[in-house]
């Protein structure tokens, strides 16, 4: 909480490991953030963040599923597991026949939705959502807000 401009964003980039902080020291599961190279962070972040982007920030080149996929690669998933996480969560989102979709041709809630499920896919040891649910709990009552609680 807090208003506009005041570093929501900016705060939850860094505990996502996606920004370095000018200053300070930040422990993440007893591991010294501040002190890690960007290699080993960029490690980090792939394998323990789930992060849901305030502008969705998805990758338009790819669709909706090779979007989901993509942390699923980082972790290197192998393949059969990799098509069923994907297919369950586009199941639990609806998101089935938008699968081969690109994400200019979603509405701005079902974009959303994708940045949602491609952060829980690979069931993360942590998820920092930026604002994510506005959309959601009008238009999609609570649905994906259960499944981030899940
Ligand atoms: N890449 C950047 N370079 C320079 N300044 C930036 C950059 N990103 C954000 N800022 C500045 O940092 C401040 C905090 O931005 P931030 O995005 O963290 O705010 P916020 O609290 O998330 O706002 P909102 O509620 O609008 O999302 C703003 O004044 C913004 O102009
Ligand atoms: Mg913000």
Redesign the pocket.
Known sequence: M????????????ILGMLEDASEGEYLFQNEPVHKMNDKKRTQLHRGSIGFVF?AYHLIDELTVYENIETPLLYKNVPSGERKSRVADILDRFNMVAKKDLFPTQLSGGQQQLVGIARAIVAEPAVIFA??PTETFILTRRGRSWNCLQS
């Open positions: 807090g208003p506009s401009g005041s570093g929501k964003s900016t705060l939850l980039h305030q930026d604002e």
